[in-house]
């Protein structure tokens, strides 16, 4: 005899509880001048460090001057060889050095993740996700507006759990439209947890004042940024309606000092003195943008602006006669808000391949997780 429907509730309770995961998140930054990188460019400077043999579960990559801001490239928004070309060097530092004595932490499946498509939010064309058992992380979501690209990494056993990636571009150059500046944001859930991401390239210059231009960009791109809701209407649309946001890029801050001074405290390694004149750090304790956003403590030097294909920095080399100067400062930063977020490490590495340094931060997040338990 088979049993009545409502005799089931007899036969299992089911007890559903909310349990935190944490998993580690790799972001890293670089202005990279309109370069275009060699084949063989090696990114394990970058990646490495204390985490190279305990791989990040996510990695977030941002760029930003992918091409020559001249006004042909303005024009057209994606250069998609330029951006594929970054995204193998990508692809083949994280399976192919990072995470050689890991390959027990993946276990592959053939997931797929299907984003949303909704009017004035840039879909997702195509995931990228192979079956190729080689590959530990893949590439869920990549973007390009102009000069600024953003690509999202995740360990391949962790697909299942991702859900409703979108992009969202804003332009903030020339008008308040254009974009050789501005922002590509990513949102994702992975389990129950929102994440943000914000790659940004803001305004440049170091006239009196200049700080306000790019105050203003930041506070359009958290303004005017916007994802889907959502087929329940109950996803976050905003960037700071996220349990965790993390914006990185060249923020293009400078130091409120005299390029002399500046240059003479560079020499000298007076980091602390530098960042009491920092923009950016002034801007956060005055509360005149990104009110709440935190930062890790800098014990790196100015990340710009160096001579070509040199440790030296434009306005520091005393043997040439420059015409124009560039006194360093750290342009290239990381900040985050969030409930789950703790930063394990904030630095740079050293690549000289273009006028910038790139920057990195390894975070700890915490990620609710629904667990399902059955019981007679």
């Given amino acids: 005899m088979f049993a009545k429907l409502g005799d089931h509730q007899n ?3 089911k007890n559903v509880s909310t349990e935190q995961d944490t998993y580690q998140i790799f ?9 275009s990188p060699p084949d063989n460019l090696d990114l394990q400077d970058w990646l490495s460090n204390t985490y190279s043999n305990n791989p990040a579960d996510i990695y977030v990559f941002g760029l ?6 001249n006004a042909g490239n303005v024009i057209v928004q994606e250069n998609k060889k330029i951006s594929q070309k970054w995204n193998s060097l990508f692809r083949a530092a994280l399976n192919n050095k990072i995470n050689k004595e890991t390959a027990v932490k993946a276990e592959f499946g053939n997931n797929k993740v299907v984003g949303d498509q909704l009017q004035k939010v840039y879909p997702v064309k195509e995931y990228y996700h ?8 893949q590439c ?9 690209y953003i690509s999202v990494w995740f360990r391949t056993d962790l697909f299942p759990y991702i859900s409703h990636p979108s992009v969202s571009c804003v332009g903030c150059g020339f008008m308040g439209c254009l974009r050789n500046k501005g922002s590509v944001s990513i949102r994702f859930m992975l389990h129950e947890t929102s994440f943000c991401f914000v790659c940004s390239h803001l305004a440049s210059g170091v006239k009196e004042g200049a700080q306000k231009h790019r105050n203003s960009n930041a506070a359009a791109i958290l303004s005017r940024t916007r994802f889907p809701c959502g087929p329940l ?3 976050p649309q905003r960037i700071l309606d996220h349990n965790n946001v993390i914006w990185l890029g060249d923020l293009n801050y400078r130091i409120h000092l005299p390029d002399t001074i500046t240059q003479f405290l560079v020499e000298r390694r007076e980091w602390s003195v530098l960042l009491e004149k920092d923009q950016l750090k002034v801007e956060l304790m005055e509360g005149h943008i990104f009110q709440g956003w935190n930062e890790g403590e800098i014990k790196f030097p100015p990340t710009y602006k160096y001579l070509p294909n040199s440790g030296i920095y434009f306005g520091c080399d005393h043997e040439r006669k420059l015409q124009k100067t560039r006194a360093p400062a750290w342009c290239d930063r990381i900040i985050w808000c969030g409930r789950g977020l703790n930063q394990n490490q904030y630095d740079r590495g050293e690549s000289t391949l273009s006028d910038h340094r790139p ?3 390894i975070f700890a997040a915490k990620v609710d ?5 059955l019981r007679n």
């Fill in 140 to 148: 869920i979501i990549q973007k390009q507006m102009v000069g600024v």
């Fill in 359 to 361: 920057v990195r931060a």
């Fill in 130 to 137: 192979d079956n190729n058992q080689q590959e530990l992380f």
């Fill in 11 to 13: 036969l299992f309770s």
């Fill in 233 to 235: 209407h109950n996803l």
């Fill in 27 to 35: 972001v890293g930054s670089w202005n990279v001048g309109g370069v």
């Fill in 369 to 373: 997780v629904f667990k399902v338990f």
């Fill in 64 to 69: 930003q001057e992918i091409v020559p801001l």
